[in-house]
Structures are given as C-alpha cells and as structure tokens.
C-alpha cells in the first residue's frame, strides 16, 4: 500500500478526507517515475492532435470564421448555421435537467436496499439540483459538447473548514467550597492538638469523682491548683466551640456543590463545504490513454494539465516540494494557446512569485511504484521537472476522476463528433449562395439616376439633380430608376432545401418555420409523426446526456459520499420534513435513474392523457381523474400545482352537505317507521295468537263441564253416589272400630309391663 511516496507528510492541520496520509518506506526513483509518466503525456499528445485539429476546425466554422478563399471587392459573408443551430438547440437540452427540483430517482437492486433507497434519492437530489451548481454547469457542459464533440468531466469532493469561536462550560473546583473546606480542616486541626489534654482533663475529674470530691472541695483541700481548673474550663470551652463551628461547617459544605461550570470561548474547526463536486474540463488540458479505445474502464491514465498559481498550490496542503519549482520555465506553447482562446493577454505575467502563473500536470492511472510487477492506481502532480504530489488514488473506486462522453460517438474511439460535422456542407454551400446574392446586390446600380441626352437643358439638369421641380422635353421613359437585380426563385428553394436539411440532421426546428406541433392536427397520430422527426433526435440527444454524463457522474458521487460524508447528517425533504442519514447506508445498491425528457415528449404524453381524461369522462372516480390531471401537471413542469392537486380534498357545499344530512335522516325516519310497522304487526299477530288459544281454553271447558254433567248425570242414574257413600261409611265403621281395638290393646301391654316390674 503505497500512501505517501514524498520525503514529509501531509500537515496534521488539513482535515481533508482526501489529504489523508500514512508513512511508508519503500525506495523510489523519482526521476524515473517522472520520466515514464512524460513519455505517456507525449504518446497520448500525438494521438490527440488529430482530435484537437478537428476541433479547431469545428470552432472557427462555428465561429464563422472566413475560409481564406475570399476574393477582393467581393462579400465575405459567413452563414453561420451551425452557431444557430446549436443556439436554438441548446436551451431543449438543457432544460430536461433543471426544469425540475428532483430529477433523480433511487430504484433499490435488493429487497435489503428498499428502506435506505429514498434516503439516497433525497441525498443525491439535494447535492446534484440544490448544492450543486447544476444551471451553469449543464449549459456549459453542453456547450463544450455541441461545439466539440466531446466533453470531460472531472469529479472531485470539496472540503472547506473555517476557525469559529464556541462558547463551552467547564467544571471547575468551587472556591467557596474549598474556603469552608480549608475552615473546616484547620478547626479539625486544632481539636485534634487539643483533644489529648481535654481526654487528661477529663480523666482528672473522673478520678476526684471517685474519691467523692468535688473541683470546689479539691480546690479548697488544696488538691488542685484553681488556675489549673480556670484554664481547664477554658480549654473544654474552647473545645466545645471548636466542634459547634466544624459542625456547622460541615453542614454548609453540604449544602454547596463541589464544583461549578465556568464559561469559556474556543476556537475549533468547523466543515463549511463537504460535498462532492464536477466541473467541465478543456478538451486541450486533457490526454487520455491511446490504448483504450472506446471503453474508459480500460483507460490506463488520463493527464490533465491546468494553469495556477503558488498561492493555491500552497493553500490545498498536498503538494511538496514548492520550493523547488521554477518561476522562469513555463509551457509557452499550452500558455499561448489557452489565453488566445479565452481571451487573455498573453504578454501578460505577474510579477510577484505568489501570482505567479505555473502549469501542472496531473497523472490519474495505474503504476508499479513497488516494482512488484503490479500496478497501483497512483496520482502524481508535477511542474516542470518537480514532482510535487505523488500518492494513492484517494477516490474508493480507484478509477480516473474523469468522465469522457461524446455527442455523436465513433465506434473505438472515446472521441465524439459535434454537429459542425455533419452542418459543415450545408454552411458552406449556404455561405456560397448568399455571396453571390450579395455580390450581385452590391454590384447593381440600385439608387442611380439615367436621363437620356437632350431630355433636359443644364438649368433644368442642375434643378433635377438638386432634387427640385423641372421641366424636360420628350417622354417619361427617358429617365431610368436603376435598382437591385431580381432573385432566380430557385436560389431560395435551394436555401429551404438546405435548412430542412439541417433541421433533419440536429433536430431542431427554426424560429417560424418548419413542422410545429399544431402542424398535423392534434391528435396522436399527428403528435406521434412530429415526435418521429426532429424531436425524436432532440431526444437521442437528451438520453445521450443523460445516460453517458449526468448518471456516471451520480454514481460517482454516491461512491464518493459512502467514503467521505459525515458521520450523520441531515437533508431537507420538504420546509417541514428532514431526514437523518448516517454514512452507512450509502453502501446499498442503488439504480438511479433520471426523471428527464423533451417538451415535445411531454407535450405527447400529456395530449395522451388528456384523451384518456375524456374517454373517462365526468362520471366517474373524481380520485382517478385526480390522478390523471396531476401526472398532466407534472409533464407541463408544474411540480406545485401536481402536488396540490394529490393533496386537494374537495370541501362540500354547506347546502348540499345540509340537504344530504336532511335526506339521511329523512330515510331514517322511514326505516324507523317501517319498523314500527313490522313490531305492530308482529304484536298484533301474537293477539290473534293469544286469543286463539283462549278460544280454545273455552271450548276445552266447556267440553270438560259437558263430560262432567254427563257423568254426574250417569251416577244419579244408576246410584253409583249411594253405594259409594255407604261403602266410604262402612269403610269409616271399620277403621274406627280397627283403632278402638289398638287403643285397647296398648292399654293392656301397658298394664302387664307394670305388674312385672312390680
């Protein structure tokens, strides 16, 4: 592991997650690793000075620069078509990538990555459309792509700190409390240097008391000396006061804390700016591996070369060595070329070594540092013949930070071609048609006068050329009005031809002319055939920028925040929602995708959804239309409205809403009567019920009283009811007579059992 190459390491003061740095002993040749890696920078400048003649080429025509085949006293006119298409092109490419907040959409790859996938969503939509610069950085990118066919973006992470005064509380000893507690100490002190002769005092008086005298009658025998007890008394006064004080002290300390806070101001380090980063790159400062073809993981470096000065070579806290560089030696040929393309004095140069202007050359690649016949992903930093950086790849993929896409690609060749390629015929030829129409506008006599000789005498000349009132002898037709010659029709059907050719090959339609998106009817079919022209390229263009520039730049920063992002921080979803997302959850597997498409692909999907709004019609789920005329709001760039619109909750009208409450309870009302209904029907079936049993009772009774007569009848008739009482009398006659015989009978056992026990 190769993490610091150079003599010292970095200064502990620089946080950065980049500049992070550890000592490892291993012997280099420096002057050898600096010479290989020039060797790649002059192999891969030769490769690239092909590209780079074209993109001049494709610059001075967008430019409008003369051909050099100009002839003298002739126009010089340069039809610039292709700067106009690229202009009128420019603003439907960029504007599918900030006509919306949130672009970005997380897809979870696993089950596992669900929970923290809108996480990631929220995190790259706040970085890329909020943090981010991303209005100036995509014009410019698509810019650099349309005019050159290529265009490199280099990622990075930035990191700033800055000195911040915080105020912080620290516990220290309460003074108070150490006052008493040295008080309290000395008093203790103090009783124990007088205890000893208190504890004598009180074995005196012990043993007097035993001997059954009292201080007065040994004073007065003489036993003891009465300035010995008067200092006694004194001493266990003392004593005693001595403990009241330590007691109350003691309760004091108590009461009082330890320790107190005591504010403080410090200075610490605070990251304002921790945030990853992308920035547009000349195709000049740029040379890539020859070797690669069109596959950039397969890119072994990539050198860009940039313009700074001391002051911020010194400020970044990475490089070394800064002595050492030469102020004097500087790349003349790379200084010249980019400040007579941007506009610079190149004649200019700043005196002083602290602004002083330096060219650096950085190499992103792969390198046997070790000599173990295996590469290592390296970056080295040199000016001139000083290596001022030579270190790890500090990135977490190891990979070049340099995204390389092209406009219209070349099979094996990271190099694009921009529409200068294919725009460049059809200038030229409009270029040559509209000379010829202004060389022969230039060189008619438009504005002259003729008068043919002896129309008029020299006074009525001299009147006629002042512009006043004359007179002249013959005809009208003796003066001629000279004027511009007229234009064949076919040179303008030529020049038609042209532009709907170039609007064919970039697909862009001119101002006020050409197919518009009324042109065949708004219906689908004339949508979708419009969609099929010019719109559909403008479109390959858009997947094109997304696909190849804005996604692989997201992936990169995704890679970049699992490495070098706060611990834990917090993004704004909404003005009142936040989230809270800590470092490791950026290491789930992510698709992103982006929300991205042209005007015209949105006006075609909304005419689609507008004839399925009306196929629905009004009847049915107001949910579902909501649904609908939202999704409609979202492809007319209008993110407020759709939200509201998902959100809205119709209010009802209070008269409909009180005529609905009344018919509720009108229908209550009725199901309360029919109810009734029902019980009083029920009760009265149940009376019927009743009465018919009682009907029946009665004419089980009177059947019961009918059988009754009939059976008394029956006994009168035959005299069962006098044989019967003569038979229960006989029957009474028998019994009483039985009893009388008992009775008698116990009378006579109770007799005999007397006379026996007499």
């Known amino acids: 592991m190769i993490t610091d190459l150079i003599n010292n390491v970095l200064p502990q003061t620089n946080k950065s997650p980049l500049n992070s740095q550890e000592k490892v002993k291993v012997k280099i040749n420096k002057n050898e690793i600096l010479k290989n890696l020039k060797a790649d920078f002059e192999a891969s400048k030769r490769l690239k000075s092909r590209n780079d003649s074209k993109i001049n080429t494709w610059r001075r025509e967008y430019n409008g620069e003369l051909y050099g085949n100009e002839k003298k006293n002739r126009s010089k006119f340069v039809y610039r078509l292709i700067k106009k298409q690229s202009e009128w092109q420019h603003a439907g490419l960029v504007d599918p990538f900030v006509s919306t907040p949130d672009i970005i959409r997380a897809k979870p790859v696993t089950w596992e990555d669900k929970e923290v996938s809108p996480k990631i969503e929220i995190l790259l939509n706040t970085q890329f459309c909020r943090q981010f610069d991303r209005f100036n950085f995509m014009n410019k990118a698509i810019k650099v792509l349309d005019q050159e066919g290529t265009v490199v973006i280099r990622t990075g992470w930035e990191y700033k700190e800055k000195v911040i005064k915080e105020q912080i509380f620290e516990e220290q000893p309460n003074p108070d409390f150490i006052m008493l507690q040295e008080q309290a100490m000395a008093i203790q002190a103090n009783l124990e240097q007088i205890a000893p002769m208190v504890k004598e005092s009180q074995n005196s008086l012990a043993m007097l008391e035993q001997q059954g005298l009292s201080v007065d009658q040994a004073v007065a025998s003489g036993v003891i000396d009465p300035q010995v007890v008067a200092g006694t008394q004194q001493m266990m006064a003392e004593y005693s006061n001595l403990e009241q004080q330590l007691q109350a002290l003691q309760e004091q300390l108590q009461s009082i804390p330890q320790t107190i806070e005591v504010p403080r101001i410090i200075e610490r380090l605070k990251p304002v700016c921790n945030r990853p980063t992308a920035m547009v790159c000349r195709n000049e400062d740029i040379f890539i591996d020859p070797t690669c073809q069109d596959n950039m993981d397969n890119c072994q470096f990539v050198i860009y070369r940039y313009e700074t000065d001391m002051t911020t070579l010194k400020r970044a806290g990475v490089y070394k060595n800064l002595d050492k560089v030469s102020h004097t030696l500087r790349d003349s040929e790379y200084v010249s070329k980019t400040r007579d393309d941007e506009g610079y004095d190149s004649s200019f140069e700043f005196s002083d070594i602290a602004r002083k202007k330096v060219v650096v050359h950085e190499y992103w690649g792969n390198y046997d540092i070790d000599g173990d016949g295996e590469a290592e992903a390296i970056v080295c930093t040199w000016v001139n013949d000083v290596i001022i950086q030579l270190r790890d790849n500090p990135f977490p993929d190891k990979q070049p930070p340099f995204i390389v896409v092209p406009f219209n690609s070349i099979p094996f060749s990271l190099y694009g071609e921009s529409n200068a390629e294919l725009l460049s015929d059809t200038q030229k030829i409009q270029t040559a048609i509209i000379r010829g129409l202004i060389d022969n506008m230039a060189m008619s006599n438009n504005g002259q006068k003729g008068v043919r000789n002896g129309a008029l005498d020299e006074y009525n000349r001299v009147k006629f050329l002042n512009g006043e009132n004359f007179e002249f002898n013959g005809t009208p037709n003796d003066f001629y009005d000279g004027h511009f010659n007229e234009f064949p029709s076919s040179t303008f059907n030529m020049l038609q031809m042209l532009n709907a050719e170039a609007e064919s090959i970039t697909g862009v339609k001119n101002f006020y002319q050409g197919m518009h998106s009324n042109s065949l009817g708004s219906t689908a079919t004339a949508t979708t055939a419009i969609m099929d022209s010019a719109a559909a390229r403008r479109l390959n263009i858009v997947r094109n920028i997304a696909e190849n520039m804005v996604k692989p730049i997201l992936r990169k920063w995704l890679a970049y925040d699992a490495e070098f992002l706060d611990e834990e921080t917090q993004y704004r979803i909404t003005n009142e929602e936040f989230i809270?997302?800590?470092?490791?959850?950026?290491?789930?597997?992510?698709?992103?995708?982006?929300?991205?498409?042209?005007?015209?692909?949105?006006?075609?999907?909304?005419?689609?959804?507008?004839?399925?709004?009306?196929?629905?019609?009004?009847?049915?789920?107001?949910?579902?239309?909501?649904?609908?005329?939202?999704?409609?709001?979202?492809?007319?760039?209008?993110?407020?409205?759709?939200?509201?619109?998902?959100?809205?909750?119709?209010?009802?009208?209070?008269?409909?809403?009180?005529?609905?409450?009344?018919?509720?309870?009108?229908?209550?009302?009725?199901?309360?009567?029919?109810?009734?209904?029902?019980?009083?029907?029920?009760?009265?079936?149940?009376?019927?019920?009743?009465?018919?049993?009682?009907?029946?009772?009665?004419?089980?009774?009177?059947?019961?009283?009918?059988?009754?007569?009939?059976?008394?009848?029956?006994?009168?008739?035959?005299?069962?009811?006098?044989?019967?009482?003569?038979?229960?009398?006989?029957?009474?006659?028998?019994?009483?007579?039985?009893?009388?015989?008992?009775?008698?009978?116990?009378?006579?056992?109770?007799?005999?059992?007397?006379?026996?026990?007499?």
């Not at 009180?658 to 009725?670: C, D, G, H, T, V």
């Not at 019980?679 to 059947?703: M, P, Q, V, Y």
Request: include cysteine.
């Open 580 to 758: 809270w997302l800590k470092r490791d959850d950026l290491g789930a597997r992510i698709d992103i995708d982006l929300a991205i498409s042209t005007s015209e692909d949105n006006k075609a999907t909304a005419s689609e959804l507008s004839f399925l709004l009306q196929t629905i019609g009004p009847s049915e789920d107001p949910n579902l239309r909501k649904m609908i005329i939202a999704d409609i709001c979202d492809l007319y760039k209008k993110p407020e409205l759709a939200k509201s619109i998902r959100e809205y909750e119709p209010q009802p009208d209070p008269l409909a809403q009180r005529l609905q409450e009344l018919q509720i309870q009108m229908l209550e009302a009725q199901i309360e009567n029919e109810r009734a209904k029902g019980g009083r029907a029920e009760i009265d079936s149940r009376l019927k019920e009743a009465k018919t049993k009682t009907e029946l009772a009665k004419a089980a009774n009177i059947e019961s009283n009918t059988d009754s007569t009939d059976l008394d009848y029956l006994q009168k008739f035959y005299g069962v009811n006098e044989k019967a009482k003569q038979a229960n009398a006989l029957e009474m006659e028998a019994a009483k007579h039985k009893f009388n015989m008992d009775k008698e009978n116990l009378k006579l056992l109770e007799n005999i059992a007397k006379n026996k026990h007499i």
